[in-house]
């Protein structure tokens, strides 16, 4: 089984340059997540999408923008790339039941993008 | 209002234990815990549950103080596979979504 898959593993941008971060499921999962990490920091949360057709922002939304295509696929976009967006992306996905947050979070690999 | 974990980093040798606090600001459903090995994704270990019952995984468990907000991770006997950064998580604000703490940096030396 695949899981969570990310693509691009890697990528360098230049400042103002835009890009779309992929993510995609196959877990038949309800939520999705983007978050950062930064070195030194936790995973800090972008956006998420809570169920198909839905997104909200996160700690850290700023700069971003998501769209949740469809189950399995949720994108996170940079517009206008800045330095201060250096970072490591993880996409992660679950199927809450009920209230709360009762099941795993599943992470991508990650993506790695720096910007000059 | 993410959580808040200590202490920020551990040293351990091969068999010893070491404790991770977790406490939040806000009553809380769940609280979950993740290891995340160096240049890795982030691995599920484990999740309590309100009213739930205290967790084990191998020789690493945790408990939950609904009433304080906190949870605590025990590992017991440390080996080296262990060393890695330990994060808890727990509900945001609407109680949909995740958030984690800074990060405990465990390391285990023979």
């Known amino acids: 089984n695949a899981g969570v898959t990310q693509t691009p593993k890697f990528q360098v941008l230049k400042t103002g340059q835009s890009m779309t971060l992929q993510c995609a499921q196959d877990?038949?999962?309800?939520?999705m997540y983007w978050y950062r990490q930064d070195p030194g920091m936790g995973l800090r949360l972008i956006y998420y999408?809570?169920?198909?057709?839905?997104?909200d922002k996160g700690e850290v939304p700023n700069g971003y923008n998501v769209s949740r295509l469809n189950k399995r696929e949720f994108s996170l976009r940079l517009e206008s790339a800045a330095p201060s967006q250096t970072s490591v992306y993880f996409c992660a996905s679950s199927s809450p039941k009920l209230g709360g947050i009762n099941s795993p979070l599943h992470f991508g690999n990650g993506t790695r993008l720096t910007v000059t | 209002q993410q959580p808040v974990q200590s202490p920020q980093a551990v040293i351990l040798r091969e068999g010893e234990d070491a404790v991770i606090n977790c406490s939040s600001s806000?009553?809380?459903?769940?609280v979950h815990w993740y290891r995340q090995k160096h240049g890795e994704a982030p691995v599920f270990l484990m999740i309590l549950l309100k009213g739930g019952e205290q967790k084990g995984h191998e020789k690493i468990s945790a408990s939950f103080n609904e009433k304080k907000q906190q949870s605590s991770l025990y590992l017991t006997a440390s080996q080296l596979s262990y060393s890695g950064t330990y994060f808890c998580g727990t509900e945001g604000p609407n109680n949909n979504d995740m958030r984690f703490g800074a990060g405990t940096r465990l390391t285990v030396k023979p």
């Open positions: 877990m038949n999962h309800n939520s």
């Open positions: 806000k009553a809380l459903y769940s």
């Open positions: 999408s809570a169920s198909e057709g839905t997104t």
